[in-house]
């Protein structure tokens, strides 16, 4: 089973407020990228390296409401609150080729898995039905693209790379377990602590910590 970092999501009150904050982080200014009807949500996106990016997302003001639980838990009350302080880490979505086979074997219920499409690219995602995900998204979403490049191929390149997925968990071992059931405990570096979930990034400007 090939499963590697497909992108990671960084939930914003609005893309303009990510935006100015990712580029006075990064020296970067993250491109526009498309909607999701489905979900009523917007994007921006920039390529990360090794074929994977890195996406800002925020509730789409113009959309209608979805008639559903928003993905990554934006509807959350507690979500809304953490974005309107400064955009904050959602989730990390790791790509596969066999998603029936990792949601069957799961230890954890990762959700429905939704079809998406746009244009003529399609994409299965692990969505639960409420709207939250694993472990408050400490464990991460599971995607698998429709055949061609990956999505990144297309995106920007901006000089952004992922240098590493932080996890802290009371419990390390128990968390480092769970993502080894699921193979993927060799994409993220699991500490002790407060549940918390961080991107650790490389920009032209430097090195920046997104939590």
Do not use: Y
């Not at 949500?41 to 890195?54: I, P, Y």
């Not at 409401?65 to 990390?92: E, K, Q």
């Not at 499409?117 to 400490?138: A, E, F, I, K, N």
């Amino acid at each position: 089973m090939n499963n590697k970092i497909d992108h990671f999501g960084i939930g914003a009150a609005s893309l303009e407020v990510g935006i100015s904050a990712l580029q006075a982080q990064l020296g970067v200014e993250t491109p526009r990228g498309g909607k999701h009807d489905m979900m009523s949500t917007h994007n921006c996106v920039m390529q990360a390296g090794d074929e994977s990016f890195l996406e800002i997302l925020a509730i789409d003001p113009d959309a209608p409401p979805p008639g559903r639980a928003r993905w990554f838990s934006m509807d959350d009350p507690a979500t809304i609150a953490r974005l309107a302080v400064r955009p904050r880490t959602l989730c990390w979505i790791v790509g596969t080729d066999d998603l029936d086979a990792v949601v069957a074997a799961s230890p954890v219920d990762l959700g429905e898995i939704v079809h998406f499409t746009r244009g003529d690219r399609s994409w299965r995602l692990t969505v639960p039905t409420d709207g939250h995900l694993p472990w408050s998204g400490l464990l991460p979403a599971f995607i698998e693209w429709s055949p061609g490049p990956h999505p990144s191929t297309a995106q920007r390149d901006l000089g952004v790379r992922l240098d590493k997925v932080q996890i802290s968990h009371p419990d390390p071992a128990s968390c480092r377990q769970v993502l080894d059931t699921l193979q993927v405990g060799h994409l993220a570096d699991v500490t002790e602590g407060q549940a918390a979930l961080s991107f650790h990034l490389m920009g032209p400007i430097g090195a920046a910590v997104v939590d």
